[in-house]
């Protein structure tokens, strides 16, 4: 409705479905675009880098910043970014806030 109201004929979310919708519109296309899934995880850690850095540590390195983070860092970081990002992303907002070990089989199948 807000894209027919605003006169859209088109509209770009990099995120997830927007808050308070449970599922893709039916009157419109939905396209996905995916991508190889390290490449995307990686752009996705060196944005949050690059963002870190500006805002909370402009007088230090990335390096200094994020050097021997683990796995587990990340995980807790972005748990949507290192698993299920896709799924996530389909399901919603909120899903992007899960745990890495809280997506089921049947938060797969709803997506």
């Keep these: 409705e807000k894209l027919r109201d605003s006169k859209w004929n088109f509209f770009a979310n990099e995120f997830t479905l927007p808050p308070g919708h449970d599922s893709l519109c039916e009157d419109v296309v939905n396209l996905m675009m995916w ?5 995307r995880l990686q752009s996705q850690m060196a944005w949050i880098q690059k963002l870190y850095k500006q805002e909370y540590s402009p007088n230090t390195t990335i ?8 796995s587990s860092f990340w995980e807790k970081l972005l748990p949507a970014a290192v698993k299920n990002y896709y799924i996530r992303s389909l399901l919603g ?6 745990p890495v ?3 089921t089989d049947t938060h797969i199948q709803r997506a």
């Design 93 to 98: 907002e909120r899903f992007f806030e899960y």
């Design 63 to 70: 390096s200094q910043i994020f050097s021997n983070r683990t």
């Design 35 to 39: 991508r190889e899934p390290i490449d």
């Design 101 to 103: 070990v809280a997506i």
